[in-house]
């Protein structure tokens, strides 16, 4: 079970939170390209119980068949709305396995789900 600290309030969350953010992404108007990435680092981070993830650039390319413009153009696009924050990269400019950078779904995304989740669950 996912552990945050919310208005000063330790809050565990469930599957149910974790439905909410899946459900908030396939019925807001995302692009494609857009909903593909928030769907693949919600899986890697709240899927897993998680606040955050390290996600390798050649992840996103190998799970979700995009190209790397594509890719790159669509998390600069995430990260400039607050869906998504993304830490600096690790392990230089080479594309190789120690590559990465860590993300995680926005404050935009989870504060509006968490207020919903907690009016939902009283």
């Known amino acids: ?26 019925d807001t108007e995302f692009t494609v390209n857009e909903r593909s990435i928030l769907l693949f680092i919600t899986r890697k981070t709240i899927g897993w119980d998680k ?41 230089g400019k080479s594309i190789n396995r120690d590559r990465y950078s860590n993300y995680k779904i926005g404050n935009k995304i989870l504060s509006h789900l968490i207020d919903e989740w907690i009016d939902i669950k009283e």
């Open 1 to 26: 079970m996912l552990e945050i600290t919310y208005n000063n309030q330790d809050i565990k969350l469930d599957r149910f939170f974790e439905s909410l953010v899946y459900r908030y992404i396939i």
């Open 51 to 91: 606040l955050s993830d390290n996600i390798g650039f050649k992840e996103f390319t190998w799970n979700l068949n995009l190209s790397d413009k594509t890719i790159r153009k669509t998390i600069n696009d995430l990260v400039d709305n607050k869906f998504i924050i993304k830490e600096a990269s690790k392990g």
